[in-house]
């Protein structure tokens, strides 16, 4: 394979439901990428800790180290899966010199590589609220950024966790907003895909994707090796699911559509989204949207109860609040 310049990390992000593990899945069928398929979350809560300038000389620095990793939703999600990675092992072979070559070791261990010259970076919706600080810590960073129309956004959140709508508009709106300057900010590092163009013109945006990877695109990118849902339509669909968009066309009344659309029409528009609806911008009041955030908290953990039992749940759950990050189905 050719050498090439920019080796990762590269991060996909994004609102959840949005596309990222869709996107994560088609770039894993590259035969130089390698992202694994279990989500971080991990950097900022470990960076908090350690610095953003990771100095690990001594040994029981890197055992600390070590132990923190080993409390993380990564570690025990990949160790539920079957992968291991033992204090032993990441202290004789783990390179500490920095952030980027001690997550280079974590994240290709449970990725299986092809050859040295790949691809690596990580899948983690949440951290779109990091990505300046992620720069910082990863100076040779690139970030994917997969945006969905806010509409099936809401709609899919609330299908799938019961979120509140109104609220999930609202967060859309936030993050959407803050992530418009990336592109300049970041001076090439950024890339905005939107997941409708994924859906129905896939070869092309994959290609732009590819290009901005520094890799070439390869046709084997155009289907999946299994699923990358298991909720929503697309469960179980192993190819692109082209139309899979304007799902909440008869789905979500009117009367929340219309205030769905008035939180989020300038941003909307700036992406090429059409409200259906003549609104006026308005935003979630902080009581109106406190009450909705502390609904939504005891609703996605009822769903980790529900996906993973009472102990194990609840656990996930407050390790994910702990992370402080509002990643994937966190609340």
Same mark, same amino acid.
């Given at each position: 394979m050719e050498t090439r310049s920019h080796n990762g990390p590269l991060f996909i992000v994004g609102m959840p439901r949005s596309g990222t593990k869709l996107l994560r899945d088609l770039l894993n069928r590259h035969s130089g990428v390698c992202i694994p398929d279990v989500e971080s979350h991990f950097i900022p809560y470990l960076a908090n800790e350690f610095g953003d300038r990771l100095r690990l000389d001594d040994i029981q620095d890197r055992r600390r180290f070590i132990d923190r990793f080993m409390n993380t939703t990564f570690y025990i999600n990949n160790k539920r899966k079957g992968r291991e990675l033992t204090t032993a092992y990441f202290l004789e072979h783990g390179?500490?010199?920095?952030?980027?070559? =001690?997550?280079?070791? &974590?994240?290709?261990?449970?990725?299986? +590589?092809?050859?040295?010259? =790949?691809?690596?970076?990580?899948?983690? +919706?949440?951290?779109?609220?990091? =990505? *300046?600080?992620?720069?910082?810590?990863?100076?040779?960073?690139?970030?994917?950024?997969?945006?969905?129309? *806010?509409?099936?956004?809401?709609?899919?959140?609330?299908?799938?966790?019961?979120?509140? &709508?109104?609220?999930?508009?609202?967060?859309?709106?936030?993050?959407?907003?803050?992530?418009?300057?990336?592109?300049?900010?970041?001076?090439?590092?950024?890339?905005?895909?939107?997941?409708?163009?994924?859906?129905?013109?896939?070869?092309?945006?994959?290609?732009?994707?590819?290009?901005?990877?520094? &890799?070439?695109?390869? +046709?084997?990118?155009?289907?999946?090796?299994?699923?990358?849902?298991?909720h929503g339509d697309a469960r179980g669909m192993t190819s692109i699911m082209k139309g899979n968009t304007n799902k909440f066309a008869g789905a979500i009344p009117e009367r929340q559509l219309r205030k769905i659309e008035s939180i989020c029409t300038g941003v909307m528009e700036q992406l090429g989204y059409a409200c259906i609806h003549p609104v006026r911008p308005r935003e979630l009041g902080k009581l109106e949207n406190a009450m909705y955030k502390l609904a939504d908290a005891g609703n996605v953990a009822l769903f980790h109860v529900r996906e993973k039992g009472l102990a194990r749940g609840l656990s996930y759950f407050l390790k994910q609040q702990h992370n402080n990050l509002p990643a994937g189905d966190a609340a």
């Open positions: 390179d500490f010199s920095t952030w980027t070559t =001690v997550l280079r070791f &974590i994240l290709l261990h449970y990725c299986a +590589p092809s050859g040295d010259d =790949v691809l690596w970076g990580d899948k983690t +919706p949440g951290y779109l609220n990091h =990505v *300046p600080r992620l720069k910082k810590i990863f100076p040779s960073a690139r970030f994917i950024h997969i945006i969905r129309d *806010p509409r099936d956004y809401c709609l899919s959140v609330h299908r799938i966790w019961h979120k509140n &709508i109104y609220r999930a508009a609202q967060r859309w709106r936030d993050f959407i907003f803050a992530s418009r300057g990336y592109a300049t900010l970041l001076e090439g590092a950024y890339h905005e895909v939107r997941y409708e163009d994924l859906l129905d013109r896939p070869e092309e945006t994959l290609k732009a994707v590819s290009a901005f990877c520094g &890799i070439d695109f390869q +046709p084997e990118m155009m289907s999946l090796r299994k699923s990358a849902e298991r």
